[in-house]
């Protein structure tokens, strides 16, 4: 492991006694990690941020956009003595690498003893996490996984949305995206493009009258009317993480359906590339060289740049997350819509997707180190974050939530939104 300063190392005294934090990004380079760099970097909570990636480039290049309080570090996840060196005397570990890695890291901020978050682990690897709850309980440590934005806003909202209910019958959660840049790629990835592909091939998980059932990928599309600017599109359902804990988290509202839905442009395409087996790990033969079609992929998209926006185009791009909530309340039937539009960073050169992700693990980074998150344990975020903290966080950064009744619908005029601030 190789950076700018020192990255290791235990809490400090800062200047008047008080104790030093220093959060820790891996993944700290890549399409959301770098988000989270930033904010946590510029919010004012932290006194030393570590950008760890694989590639150096990258993680001194999150390292510079970042300020003077953030720091590059080279790092491979699978080093598990150099992973859990960096993370020891850390005051909170966000996780931002690929999803299939994050037992490995779980693992290594168990021995460190350091709270732990992750964007996600696409259904199955988040039942897998929740497995390791007992252990982490014992050492006296928390770790949240899927808090991103979907999951994670979504989980938080869903729980909000459904707190004064006396009973949830079901909860649908739909994510939508529209993009109004001018001059763009007609197609770019803003996430992990291996996550993506794994969502369009493998089945979705539905929770239905108390069990899991499996439905194709991309199946039961409908016309959804989401909030300004993304407007009527078509949604699909995909293999998504919320429906793995909300489920478990309502039980004693006797929660009977939970699904996930999205679509945006680009989706189909996906789903092509998918069906062409570019997400597969099994190795052709190419002229005597074996050569794996994932690997392949991402390299082809990261020479086409493809990977993130491209440089000198003014993003703007917006997700909006809708969660349709059936239930009672008093004894009558209610309907309720959990609704987030999240809005591109263009001076940070981040998408709506990348920023969202980025500083929303962000927030709950700082609610930890601030005490606000008194849980130990494997607990997904809808049981553990306070909402009312958690969203006005995220309402200082522009992204703005509603809970519709009782709140007001989010503004028609998404321009408007507030000025962007961390922390």
Known sequence: MCGVGSPQGGPRLAEGGGRNLRAVVLGGG????????????????FDSVVAADLDPDLAAAAAKAAGPRAIAATLDVRDRTQLVELLRGATVCVNAVQYGFNLTVMEAALEAKVPYLDFGGLFHMTRRQLALDARFRSAGVLAIPGLGQVPGVSNVLAMEGCRDLERVESIVIRDGWRDLTVGGPEISFTWSPSTFLDE??????????????????????????FAPPVGRTRVYRTLHSEPATLPDSLAAKGIVHCEWKEGGPGIEVLRTMALLGLASDRPVDVRGQSVTPRE??????????LLGAPDGVALDDWEVCDLEIHGSKDGRPAVRHAVARFPPRPDWHLTATEYAVGVAGAVGAELIADGQV??????????????????????????????????????????????????
Do not use: N, Q
């Open 374 to 423: 008194p849980h130990v344990g494997v607990v997904p975020p809808e049981r553990c974050l306070p909402a009312g903290p958690f969203r006005a966080a995220l309402a200082r950064r522009g992204i703005r939530t509603a809970i519709v009744p009782p709140e007001p619908s989010l503004p028609e005029d998404w321009r408007g939104e507030p000025k962007r601030t961390s922390g």
């Open 200 to 225: 369009m091939v493998l089945p979705a998980m539905v929770f239905d009258h108390g069990r899991y059932r499996e439905e194709p990928p991309m199946s039961g599309a409908e016309e959804f009317d």
């Open 296 to 305: 392949f992929t991402l390299a082809l998209l990261k020479r086409e740049k």
């Open 30 to 45: 890549g399409l959301t990690g770098r988000g989270s760099v930033r904010d946590l970097a510029t919010g004012g909570r």
